[in-house]
């Protein structure tokens, strides 16, 4: 998804600017491009490609102290130099950076046009620079804010002039800005990720809000001129945290550090004298809680599967009515908000478009929304109207793994909350939290059998269709697994409730379509192998991720990986990282781009 950073300050503004861009291309993008003022006016480089192609193009003379930066991932216009960002206006002295879509922007680019305004690009962001320069009366701020009154949709957007040296205006409305301030310099980008490396005191921008930024500090004020108060706050994430710390790419490292993201996702949660949780941000009572008749979860993606595990584990530990919902399928079905029903949204990102809109929807209508997000100050977890954070750490890659594992922990951790207050008695408790506990060695355990699953994966990974099949707490691991495989490996995989596929999918069994096989060994054991053997029976291949000890498997099955035991409900932790594993290795072996898979984006800031 697209990425903004804006500098002005004491350095060399080129290399602020792609350094910054660097560290945005874990979001994904197609094109990037800076513009940067200076004595000579306003210098604007862009380039379809990577960042370093960007950066190879850049004249050496291309000097200057403050400027903006774009990575691009393509909505509105192919992907091509003139449609990257920065866009200017006709004059060459504006220029503008944007994330988020306008969806008005056809009809304001009639107007623009009848005007005599020029257009260059096919985009939707250039009528942004268009318009500053109708409504530019000496003050940028002020055309800025007429700009994007005319606008409808969603924008995260930056502004230079020519006219106005050492200044960078930023407006917000649905699409995230945060400020960084230094030391005599200021920044403005996307994602904190892009500032960290200089500065850890930000302010986060609101929707409505328009910044003015010189290298000496910041203004903030609403469309109407109000004036509004920020408050600088502090992140904790270190720059190490951000990059590899040793492994191949991202989404290894990620994987890797599940143990501990599952440990502080727990931290200070746990209530061992009450055999209970503790959940700060929830803002409820617990007379609030004992009257939730119901609980509804949406998300999308990974986190959308995370959500139907905590559906199971709510219905089986808490005995309290559950279901998950894909966000983007709720939002346009006029949802039915009942009483006693309490919303949770969850997104590693917090930027979600679909989670987001989903979510203020189902607000307006009265219910109460809570954000499970990992991302601090996110739209998400400002936005909703309490909520828990994961604490993963930044997730780079792409596809996501840690932060499923931190999502799952919130919702172990709500359903004993929500058991304890009910049908759980302390003893039950107490060893709830005890498995929960034992969560993280288990999974280093499995982590450090990852030759097995490279030696699999190498083994099948010239197969082109897979099945991921698994029963009750492992059927979303099962949807999550096919969802890795295909994101990033470019296989085509389902995941299946294994009871199904006798109602269609086993149409598509044969030798050259693998299934794997989750079967725990748990109350559902028995149904499962009944499964296995079906597939058997029609020359499938089977590779099954089964339980220590249970070496009946290995008769069956053509593969097997074991994981520890563990109590049934809490498979999904050890489920989940061989198949994580497993498509990482397919993707290595062959050759796929694991961190930034082609055509998607970490965060999906657009419907
Ligand atoms: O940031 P979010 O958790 O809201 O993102 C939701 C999905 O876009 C995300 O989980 C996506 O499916 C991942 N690429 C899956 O690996």
Redesign the pocket.
Known sequence: MCGIIGYCGPKPVKEVLIEGLKRLEYRGYDSAGIAIVNDKGLELIKRRGKILDLKKSIPEKVKGFYGIGHTRWATHGGVTDINAHPHVDCTGKIAIAHNGIIENYSSLKEVLLKEGHTFKSDTDSEVIAHLVEKYYDGSLEHAVKEAVSLLKGTYGIVCISVDEPNTIIGARNGSPLVLGIGDNEMFIASDVTAIVAHTKQVVYLEDGEVVKLTRDGFTTTDLRENPIEKEVEHISWELEEIEKAGYSHFMEKEIFEQPEAVKRAMSGRILHPEASAHLGGLNLTNRDLINIERVKII???????AGMVGAYLLESIARVPAQAEIASELRYRNPVVERNTLYFA???????A??LYAMRELQRKGATVLGI???VGST?ARESDGGVYIHSGPEI?????K??SS?ITVFYLFSLLLARMRNMSFDEGARYIENLQSIPVKIEKVLSRKNEIERIARKYSHYKDFLFLGRGFNFPVALEGA??LK??SYIHAEGYTAAEIKHGPIALINEETPSVFLIPNDSLKEKILSNVKEVKARGGKVIAIATEGDGEIEDIADDVFYIPETAEAFYPYLMVVPLQLFAYFSAIELGRNVDQPRN?A???TVE
Not at 346 to 352: A, K, L, R
Not at 397 to 401: E, K, L, P
Request: hydrophobic content about 35%.
């Open positions: 998300g999308a993606g990974t986190s959308y599967y969850v997104s590693q990102s917090g930027e979600t679909d989670t997000c990992n991302v998400i890659a792409v596809a996501s793994t932060a499923f999502q969802l890795k994101e990033i998607l970490k965060s999906v």
